[in-house]
């Protein structure tokens, strides 16, 4: 069973930073790509970036140069430290198992974690 749990969200304006966490079990982290996904209000939920478990990583061209992804293996946690938000970064941010060309690998999806950016 795929156990994620995002968190790190909140408000914060334009230009500004977070960092969100999405902590995973073992079983759903060990040797899996994990992958952030963002869904604004009334629209389709996009991926946002990948990284495999030896560290490569791919982004959705909307945040690339401002997000950065990272993982922590000992912590079965991986990370989004996203820089220079615009209000358009505004959505709730989900993270799963994920290929590098952005498909979900898993259906079964978390509660999210909030971002909103005021300008």
């Known amino acids: 069973q795929v156990q994620l749990v995002e968190s790190g969200g909140g408000l914060v304006q334009a230009g500004g930073s977070l960092r969100l966490s999405c902590a995973a079990s073992?079983?759903?982290?060990?040797?899996?790509?994990i992958g952030w996904y963002r869904q604004a209000p009334g629209k389709r939920r996009e991926w946002v970036a990948t990284?495999?478990?030896?560290?490569?990583?791919n982004y959705a061209d909307s945040v690339k140069g401002r997000f950065t992804i990272s993982r922590d293996n000992a912590k079965n946690t991986v990370y989004l430290q996203m820089d220079s938000l615009k209000p358009e970064d505004t959505a709730v941010y989900y993270c799963n198992i994920a290929a590098m060309n952005g498909i979900a690998l898993s259906g079964s999806w978390g509660q999210g974690t909030q971002v909103t950016v005021s300008s």
């Open positions: 073992g079983s759903t982290f060990s040797g899996n790509p």
């Open positions: 990284i495999v478990s030896g560290g490569s990583t």
